[in-house]
């Protein structure tokens, strides 16, 4: 039994605005990952069950909570998933997934600054990563955001999808030394 | 087995903490709602709280707020146990007051394990603010220093603050085993008379890389050894009010040191292997002890099966010794290995069967 893990069902999630942080258990609803639901042009808004509500000022503590919630999408900076991120993204193909490399990543969003590891393809063209296109949140790896005037608070986890549009500085680094991203199945 | 409260929104979750919990030998109560919680937590007073943070209504953070408000169940010890797993959730959750905190998804084996170190902890702190615990052999090799080191690694990793103290009068084993190099001894405490006060006690300490305090024995014998027991009573009787829980590993003589170990503790653990001439030493112990007015409701007598060939049984120790054993430990072939590379088994090999019960008895 100690392979099994509880509390999985719904999947645990920061969104962080450019002044909240918002926790939710976010409901995974027909097997669709939060980063489709994310990037779905469809909705401009994210529908969530309940929603805890902390200033980023002092994050740790809850402000409010609320049953029924909406967050607008364009003004989510990134959204932080702790563990189990097989609920966020897709596995990448396999074919895709050996012709990608793991790099180092910085950028900055407003009021954070964000370090991790992110597969690009074998040429790195970053006008064309940064383009909305179809997917307006870019998936980093093992990340951790810190505030950008509060050095000392930084939030972690296995995966941040942030917002392109929200991006102000983005800078690529050398290869990572193992990736950390899902691969396929198939 | 303690009474435990599981506070938690996520029905299916509760209801699968309740029988995580229960296969664990606990009698446990459950309730989605923070505010029935704390009226559940009142009524029924269980030792352990496992509270949810993400609660609508009331959450988390304010359910332990309370419970630490409301005299009845102040001093129930509370677990927080929650998604937001951030470095900030964690102050947070001190801040409101909680023992611990676990991050969600939790593994069954891993909520045991911290539901097991918070009652220990809490056991701790309900039980005596001091406590000494003297374990002696009049016949050496049954392992004595053995059991000691391990005893004083359990609690401390229980969380109560321990000192073990080496008493013998020169190459004690107990520092050894813990890999330790004893660059002073009770020994220098002694020859400094002024330093026999509790602002000198960590200039004769040592310190585990667990974090576990000793006191070292000399290496070499010294002439002034034969001094009264009084000097060992007032050092040991320092490290008792420092301490929560001082372990004495005496030596296997009945000289003052021992004799002050005997007189200052709480509690005394007799060790003698299951063999007729052990049997005979603890005989001729118990008399002795008998007339040095050495309390008999203080003393345990423990069985350590030192040699993997089988020794005399339980009946039979208990019949020829006329007392029950309060504890028999079993043989373990990783022991003489972890001696030699001063890694006790509660740290190398936890799971051992001498650990575990060692563990049992804690």
């Given at each position: ?186 | ?27 446990v109560i459950i309730t989605g709602d923070g505010a029935d919680g704390l009226v559940k937590a009142h009524d029924l007073k269980p030792e352990l709280a496992i509270v949810d943070v993400m609660m609508p209504g009331m959450h988390g953070y304010q359910v332990c707020r309370k419970l630490r408000e409301d005299p009845v169940t102040a001093d129930t010890a509370v677990l927080i146990l929650t998604a937001r797993a951030q470095p900030v959730d964690r102050e947070a959750a001190l801040a409101a007051r ?265």
């Amino acid at each position: 039994m100690s392979h099994v893990q509880v509390g999985s069902r719904r999947l645990a999630v920061d969104f962080f605005s450019y002044t909240h942080r918002i926790s939710t258990q976010f409901a995974i609803r027909g097997g669709r990952p939060l980063m489709d639901t994310l990037n779905d042009h469809t909705l401009s808004y994210i529908e969530l069950d309940i929603a805890y509500v902390s200033r980023i000022d002092e994050p740790g503590e809850l402000i409010a909570d609320y049953t029924i919630s909406i967050l607008r999408k364009e003004n989510i900076s990134f959204c932080l998933v702790a563990a189990q991120i097989e609920m966020a993204v897709k596995a990448a193909p396999p074919a895709q997934y050996f012709a990608r490399r793991s790099r180092q990543v910085f950028c900055t969003v407003p009021s954070f600054e964000i370090t991790g590891v992110i597969d690009v393809p074998g040429n790195v063209d970053l006008h064309k990563m940064m383009a909305i296109g179809v997917e307006r949140f870019m998936p980093i790896y093992k990340a951790t955001a810190t505030i950008s005037l509060l050095q000392s608070v930084a939030f972690s986890g296995d995966l941040i999808l942030v917002n392109k549009e929200a991006i102000e500085v983005f800078c690529i680094g050398e290869a990572a030394a193992a990736t950390t991203t899902p691969q396929g199945s198939g | 087995m303690a009474k435990i409260l599981v506070i938690d929104d996520d029905l299916d979750l509760l209801n699968m903490l309740k029988l995580m919990l229960e296969r664990g030998g606990h009698n446990v109560i459950i309730t989605g709602d923070g505010a029935d919680g704390l009226v559940k937590a009142h009524d029924l007073k269980p030792e352990l709280a496992i509270v949810d943070v993400m609660m609508p209504g009331m959450h988390g953070y304010q359910v332990c707020r309370k419970l630490r408000e409301d005299p009845v169940t102040a001093d129930t010890a509370v677990l927080i146990l929650t998604a937001r797993a951030q470095p900030v959730d964690r102050e947070a959750a001190l801040a409101a007051r909680a023992d611990d905190y676990l991050s969600k998804p939790v593994s069954p084996n891993e909520l045991l394990s911290k539901v097991t170190e918070l009652l220990n902890r809490k056991q701790m702190a309900d039980g005596p603010k001091q406590f000494l615990v003297t374990l002696m052999s009049l016949r050496g090799g049954v392992g004595v220093s053995s059991i000691a080191v391990n005893l004083a690694l359990t609690v401390h990793q229980s969380g109560a603050s321990t000192c073990l103290v080496d008493l013998s009068p020169a190459s004690g084993h107990a520092v050894l085993q813990l890999r330790l190099n004893p660059k002073v001894t009770w020994l220098d405490w002694l020859r400094t008379p002024a330093d026999l006060n509790p602002q000198a006690i960590d200039k004769y300490l040592l310190t585990h890389e667990s974090g576990l305090r000793a006191l070292a024995a000399p290496f070499v014998p010294a002439p002034e050894l034969n001094v009264p027991p009084e000097p060992f009573l007032k050092m040991l009787g320092l490290l008792r009010d420092r301490f929560q829980r001082v372990i004495v590993d005496a030596p296997p003589v009945l000289n003052s040191a021992a004799r002050a170990a005997l007189q200052i503790a709480d509690e005394i653990w007799l060790v003698l292997a299951p063999e007729v001439a052990s049997l005979q030493s603890t005989v001729a112990t118990l008399r002795a002890l008998k007339a040095l007015n050495i309390g008999d409701d203080k003393i345990a007598l423990v069985s350590n099966q030192v040699a993997p060939r089988p020794g005399l049984t339980q009946p039979a120790i208990e019949k020829a010794l006329n007392r029950p054993l309060a504890a028999s430990l079993p043989y373990d072939e990783a022991q003489p290995a972890a001696f030699g590379q001063g890694v006790p088994l509660m740290i190398g090999q936890p799971g051992s069967p001498f650990a575990a019960a060692i563990r049992e008895i804690a």
